[in-house]
Nanobody, 119 residues
Framework: QVQLVESGGGLAQAGGSLRLSCVAS????????????MAWYRQAPGKQRDLVAS???????TYDDSVKGRCTISIDNAKNTVYVQMNSLKPEDTAVYYC?????????WGRGTQVTVSS
């Protein structure tokens, strides 16, 4: 089983920045796992969970239009860790941010980390 643990959430002011991290660990039937893609999703109260950004192990990235130009996703394959740097935060960025990772033999979600942006 592959577990994901997020960190870096918290309270920020509008216009500020936050960096979220997510590390994957574990194994699949006692064997090492291979990650194809890691991603960040977010879910605001009463809304669906939406993709924020994703990155493949080869470094190909995608971003939701709402964060383009304000958000940078990166991956450290050696550490099985994905980061997202969020700048120029807006109150509408307030949500629980979830990490997701998947590969040939697994797909996992983290438990989420709260990001609250005050105006």
């Amino acid at each position: 089983q592959v577990q994901l643990v997020e960190s870096g959430g918290g309270l920020a002011q509008a216009g500020g920045s936050l960096r979220l991290s997510c590390v994957a660990s574990g194994s699949i039937n006692h064997n090492p796992f291979t990650i194809d893609t890691m991603a960040w999703y977010r879910q605001a109260p009463g809304k669906q969970r939406d993709l924020v950004a994703s990155i493949t192990s080869g470094g190909v990235t995608t971003y939701d239009d709402s964060v383009k130009g304000r958000c940078t996703i990166s991956i450290d394959n050696a550490k099985n860790t994905v980061y997202v740097q969020m700048n120029s935060l807006k109150p509408e960025d307030t949500a629980v941010y979830y990490c997701r990772a998947w590969g040939p033999a697994f797909g996992s979600w983290g438990r989420g980390t709260q990001v609250t942006v005050s105006s």
